[in-house]
């Protein structure tokens, strides 16, 4: 199986920080990366997918990029409705695999 | 609005049996992939199952093939996912997902899961 590693695992920042979560593939899966919040209680949200290609709907404010087996998701300019935890998951081969999460909390 | 209903969860006894279901409204069922994710409590998400379209493509995670099925009828706009042989190591939160193959003319992007029902409990426990 493909293991995804996050990091860091959780982070505070204020509102207007930028910030940047990282995930790391086990192997190669060429772009087949997405991104997902998830806030307590509530399902998963698809906020990037193909590691780069913003989900309709979301906030531009939202990046992410690819760098071989290393990927980013940035917040450019962290707003209140932003504080959750943050996974990666490959979609490159089953068995599809989550990245462990970053919690984004309040400084 | 596109929107997904799971039910059928509940407490079960380890060994036992549960069938979730999941009703699709506000897209058209017929044309999506769709999988099934699942939270442990404090957990990440994992994904568990999915399905094409027409059922001719179906996929497990290892730790629960030979023990759940996935399954769909698209006259009834609805995906199941039958589990048996229940263990206490599968607690968690359901959630079934649409899940979308990205691509345009020139280049495919693969798939996300970018609707998502709320959720059923299932709890394994004696």
Redesign the interface.
Known sequence: DIQMTQSPSSLSASVGDRVTITCRASQSISSYLNWYQQKPGKAPKLLIYAASRLERGVPSRFTGSRSGTDFTLTISSLQPEDFATFYCQQSFTTPWTFGQGTKVGIK | EVQLVESGGGLVQPGGSLRLSCAASGFIFSSYWM?W?RQAPGK????VA?IKSDESEK????SVKGRFTISRDNAKNSLYLQMNSLRAEDTAVY?C?RTTY?YDRSDS??????V????TTVTVSS
């Open positions: 999988s994710v990440g998400p994992e994904w999915n996929y497990y995670v290892d959630y997902a990205y992007y693969g798939y996300g899961m970018d998502w029902g709320q959720g």
